[in-house]
């Protein structure tokens, strides 16, 4: 009885004790997110979004753990493209950073796409039982979910293999070191062995404190390895594309052939509708961070969203396209209605653009295969509608080139 007595007692005591510790326990949302290092969506995410959520919900107490490398193989990729996985926690808030340069990172990824769906493409986050995608979706939709979810009592890690060994494995992110000679930029994790910058990611960072994750040292095999089916494509295509301006170049200078055939100014007009309609839905994922559609062959998201999808640092190459074969259209109708010398002209100026607009996109398959490590589909068949175009619009340009010659003489 006396036992029994006590053991009330105690209850009665400790009971407000474990009731206030229970509410000083904040709920916390957490999420997954997955990232490229070279995609700059992932990066406008990255350095925008998350640091007023982490403000917002907690930001006096950041914490910042990551995996470290645990064989020589994985310190040679860490400092190629940044750790594999980092977690940036708040008080309401904790987020891992999913690396996919890495295999685990990919492993997780792929797990992704099998139990959460969604178009495949970075930037992915995973939140509860939702996949959000894109530089659209996930400013837009993520902070709703935050309220809901601490409204709810907080929202656990996805359910995705591994992500509790993981979790176990991080561990504080070593403090940043400077070299004798030079200060590390503001915001800027650097490994204590080197002065390498490892990864553009901590709540405080700006866009502008970030330089993008160094991968110099990944060789062209290592590049054309990250999407082996896809480069090879690109490669192949590439060289049918140089030999195709080749040819052009060697029948400029032959006789040319002066008789109508109706089907090649036809067949431009066909290609270049096709063309403006590839453009078109390009220009629409480069311009608003949405995922592309891919199919089976290549990882045309990673392309969109890489830095060179922008031309002078402002123009989307999309639009840029698209802008291209609307001149062609334009050009095509006045060669079809005029007659004489303006539509030698046109016919003239067909040939000028489509030669310019293949030369281009040779310099954009090269970049796909080994500097990007990535094939776009998409892009490869506005390649080959250019070229096409090309080759249908070179007897007739050139015989408008001869023409003219002979009524100027």
Request: with cysteine.
């Amino acid at each position: 009885m006396k036992r029994l007595s006590l053991s009330l007692a105690l209850s009665i005591f400790l009971l407000p004790i474990l009731t206030t510790a229970a509410a000083a326990q904040e709920p916390v949302v957490h999420a997954v997110f997955f990232y490229g290092p070279e995609c700059p969506h992932c990066h406008q995410v990255i350095t925008e979004v998350f640091p007023l959520l982490f403000n917002t919900y907690g930001g006096d107490n950041i914490e910042i753990n990551y995996m470290p490398p645990e064989s020589p193989e994985d310190e040679e990729l860490e400092n190629k493209a940044g750790p594999s996985i980092i977690e940036v926690s708040s008080a309401q808030l904790r987020i891992l950073y999913v690396n996919l340069y890495w295999p685990i990172g990919r492993e997780l990824y792929d797990n992704s796409m099998e139990m959460y769906g969604g178009f495949d493409g970075v930037p992915r986050l995973i939140v509860g039982d939702t996949a959000l995608i894109g530089g659209a979706d996930i400013p837009g939709q993520f902070p709703g979910i935050i309220e809901t979810g601490l409204a709810e009592g907080g929202i656990a890690w996805p359910d995705l293999p591994q992500i509790d060994t993981i979790i176990n494995k991080l561990i504080p992110l070593p403090t940043p070191t400077a070299q004798p000679s030079e200060e590390p930029a503001s915001g800027v994790t650097q490994s204590p062995e080197s002065s390498q910058t490892l990864i553009p990611i901590t709540p405080t960072t700006t866009p502008e404190s970030i330089p993008p994750i160094p991968d110099q040292n990944l060789t062209v095999i290592d590049r054309i390895k990250l999407d082996l089916t896809g480069n090879i494509i690109s490669i192949l295509v590439l060289l049918g594309m140089v030999a195709s301006v080749i040819y052009a170049g060697v029948y400029m200078f032959s006789k040319p052939n002066l008789q109508s055939e109706s089907w090649r100014l036809w067949s431009v007009l066909a290609l270049g509708v096709l063309g403006i309609g590839v453009a078109s839905y390009l220009a629409h994922i480069e311009t608003t961070g949405s995922m592309a559609v891919c199919g089976p062959i290549g990882d045309c998201n990673t392309v969109n969203h890489s830095e060179y999808v922008l031309l002078f640092n402002f123009l989307p190459i999309a639009v840029f396209g698209l802008i291209g074969y609307i001149a062609i259209l334009i050009t095509w109708i006045i060669a079809k209605t005029k007659s004489g010398i303006i539509s030698d002209l046109a016919l003239l100026a067909i040939l000028a653009m489509t030669c310019f607009g293949t030369i281009f996109s040779i310099y954009l398959t090269f970049l796909e295969p080994f500097v990007i490590g990535a094939t776009c589909a998409w892009c490869l068949s506005s390649a080959i509608d250019m070229t096409a175009m090309m080759l249908i619009s070179l007897p007739p340009g050139m015989a408008a080139w001869h023409r003219l010659k002979t009524q100027l003489t």
